[in-house]
């Protein structure tokens, strides 16, 4: 289905806006949308460069058939539905513990392939670390989000002030 070509001050027809409608409602069925967000604290250890996989235990926000949640507590995700996908993350650490280095990614399930990261240095204050990639998925694949940090110390997660959560969202036509 094309989209119609409107001018500002075009008297549009019954007709018109019909197959307005139906490209809209086209669009929005080839949309798929999941989101998952952590509600129980997680112990990220420190050093050793091994990254501790975020369990998105929460009742997800949304749910696709495109993505499925699996491991222990929701790890792995599953992109099952063929196309561009925009993969979006936030990872939190909680507040009050020594600085150090905190870096997180969107990972294959070996956590052996990063396709996007993000990373800082803590100041003891709250650590978020976002990242957002787009992934062409021409087989179904998994991923999960890794946190490493170097503290010093065992650092839990935050899931009070700004949780850890991760999103899917399908591109239409991709």
């Keep these: 289905m094309t989209m119609p070509n409107f ?7 019954e007709a018109e806006l019909d197959q307005l ?3 809209i409602n086209g669009l929005i069925a080839a949309t798929s949308f999941a989101k998952y967000v952590q509600s129980t604290l997680q112990n990220v250890p420190t050093g050793g460069g091994a990254f501790t996989p975020v369990a998105f235990n929460g009742t997800p926000e ?3 058939s495109g993505v499925v949640a699996s491991g222990a507590g929701n790890t792995d995700f599953t992109i099952n539905q063929l196309g561009v996908w925009i993969v979006s993350a936030t990872g939190s650490l909680a507040q009050g513990f020594p600085a ?6 969107i990972v294959n399930q070996a956590m052996t392939v990063r396709h ?3 990373s800082g240095v803590d100041s003891g204050n709250f650590a978020v670390m976002h990242c957002s990639v787009p992934i062409r998925v021409l087989a179904p694949i998994t991923v999960r989000i890794g946190i490493i940090q170097q503290s010093g110390v ?3 997660t935050d899931v009070a002030f700004d949780p850890s959560r991760i999103s899917f969202v399908r ?3 991709g």
């Design 154 to 156: 065992t650092v839990p």
């Design 116 to 118: 996007g990261s993000s």
């Design 62 to 64: 949304a749910t696709t």
């Design 171 to 173: 591109i239409p036509g």
């Design 100 to 105: 150090g280095q905190r870096f997180m990614s």
């Design 21 to 23: 409608s139906t490209a």
């Design 7 to 13: 001018t500002d001050g075009q008297i549009v027809s």
